[in-house]
């Protein structure tokens, strides 16, 4: 599966994006979805997931209830809502799918998208 991430941007602290990540190659449906965040000179980190069957999601402390996945396999596409965001939301996102729920990824990971967060 090829998975392509677009929607970044430069926003003010307390601002919104919506991130999303089209897939090829195979359906969505098959998978666990995840999301993952690189911010200059750190590791990845684990954003969030979602489930293939139910929906169900899970967030990193650091994101929740501000974030939100959401998923649409009829487009083959995976969402991200970011609320409320801070400049410590800075970073390259990435979408992949889950090898082991709820963080374990697979290698399969798209181009990132980068997140600018002014303060």
């Known amino acids: 599966v090829q998975l392509q991430a677009s929607g970044g941007g430069l926003v003010q602290a307390g601002g919104s994006l919506r991130l999303s990540c089209a897939a090829s190659?195979?359906?969505?449906?098959?998978?666990?979805m995840g999301w993952f965040r690189q911010a200059p000179g750190k590791e990845r980190d684990f954003v969030g997931s979602?489930?293939?069957?139910?929906?169900?999601?899970v967030y990193a402390p650091s994101v929740k209830g501000r974030f939100t996945i959401s998923r649409d396999n009829a487009k083959n596409t995976v969402y991200l809502q970011m609320n409320g965001l801070k400049p410590e939301d800075t970073a390259n996102y990435y979408c992949?799918?889950?090898?082991?729920?709820?963080?374990?990824?697979?290698?399969?990971w798209g181009q990132g998208t980068l997140v600018t967060v002014s303060s």
């Open positions: 992949t799918t889950i090898r082991s729920w709820p963080d374990t990824p697979t290698h399969y």
């Open positions: 190659g195979r359906g969505i449906w098959n998978y666990d």
């Open positions: 979602i489930r293939r069957s139910t929906g169900y999601t």
